[in-house]
Nanobody, 118 residues
């Protein structure tokens, strides 16, 4: 019954902003590290940003550093990806990932489409 549901994707102009949300259910959310991945057509899925279970540590792909921010609200079982200064090369399906490393558990959301175009 574990579910990760992404939302917030859409069409945006270059230089614009979007905020993606991922709501988790069916798991002990605050025990999981959370990540955002993306996959563009014809390309491999890549890690965009990650945040530790307690929210004290983050890391980002070099291509999004300074533009994207990952955060989490454990009271709402939600992780966010704030995307600023969007570029056409950010166009992809963005996926939410939850990982509990100690038990080798991992879950994925269904993805939300982001299109950056004029």
């Amino acid at each position: 019954q574990v579910q990760l549901v992404e939302s917030g994707g859409g069409l945006v102009q270059p230089g614009g902003s979007l905020r993606l949300s991922c709501v988790a259910s069916g798991l002990t959310y605050n025990a999981y590290a959370m990540s955002w991945y993306r996959q563009a057509p014809g390309k491999e899925r890549e890690l965009v940003a990650a945040i530790t279970a307690a929210g004290g540590g983050t890391n980002y792909a070099d291509s999004v550093k300074g533009r994207f921010t990952i955060s989490r609200d454990n009271a709402k079982n939600t992780v966010y990806l704030q995307m600023n200064s969007l570029k056409p090369e950010d166009t992809a399906v963005y996926y939410c990932n939850a990982q509990l490393r100690s038990l080798r558990l991992e879950y994925w959301g269904q993805g939300t489409q982001v299109i950056v175009s004029s």
